[in-house]
């Protein structure tokens, strides 16, 4: 089934603790992102990776990690979780941007972390 | 700095026309893009301008000027599933999207 998966659906973790978000796409696109939604704000990006192998900082990459060892698999690391961390988190794919096109973003079905 | 500019709410009626507007400053612009997000799901793709004008697919409708950084979202025959959140984003130069809040359309019978 072609699309974005996300794991885990929800999470509840204790302040201090670590925790990887996963993301995987079939989609063969190049570029990923993560992002976090909270009430009243727009997305924002948190990381992004253009290809396999590159990962760039977005708006708020501060408390999180990524890498990119593959196409298909862009996690996200939260290395010592704090309470400000709570949001529904957003993995998407994209074409690469020489593909042409308006390369819209594909969403997984989020994650939603509460860290207490 | 980068802001982009939606309505928090608006509410219409079963078969009524709405539009959603969006105002925006970037830094430089490569594109508007609108999505709609179901509450608890993820955004999905409706549609993208990138030179001024309109653009029709089916019931949506997008309009855009660059010059006024200006966009909007217009919904025709409105139905009860079209109760989401409606979302405008802006590429900017770096190509990064920058988003707006949302706004939230509440369709009544």
């Known amino acids: 089934i072609a699309g974005i998966t996300q794991a885990p659906t929800s999470q509840i973790l204790a302040a201090g603790r670590r925790m990887t978000l996963r993301c995987t796409q079939d989609m063969r696109h190049n570029a990923m992102y993560w992002y976090r939604q909270d009430l009243g704000l727009g997305l924002r990006l948190i990381h992004y990776s253009n290809t396999a192998g590159t990962t760039g900082k977005g708006e708020v990459p501060d408390g999180y990690s990524v890498s990119r060892a593959n196409t298909d698999d862009f996690p996200l690391t939260l290395a010592s979780a704090v309470p400000s961390q709570t949001s529904v988190y957003f993995c998407?794919?994209?074409?690469?941007?020489?593909?042409?096109?308006?390369?819209?973003?594909?969403f997984g079905p989020g994650t939603r972390l509460t860290v207490l | 700095g980068q802001n982009i500019d939606q309505p928090t709410e608006m509410t219409a009626t079963e078969g009524a026309i709405v539009q959603i507007n969006c105002t925006y400053q970037t830094s430089g612009f490569n594109g508007l893009f609108w999505y709609q997000q179901h509450a608890g799901e993820a955004p999905t793709f409706l549609s993208y301008n990138v030179l001024d004008g309109l653009e029709e697919k089916g019931r949506f409708s997008s309009f855009l000027s660059r010059s006024k950084g200006y966009s909007y979202l217009l919904l025709k025959e409105l139905q009860m599933k079209d109760s989401a959140s409606y979302l405008c984003a802006v590429w900017d130069s770096n190509y990064q999207l920058i988003w707006g809040a949302g706004t939230k359309l509440i369709i009544k019978p």
């Open positions: 998407a794919s994209s074409d690469h941007l020489l593909a042409g096109g308006p390369q819209e973003q594909f």
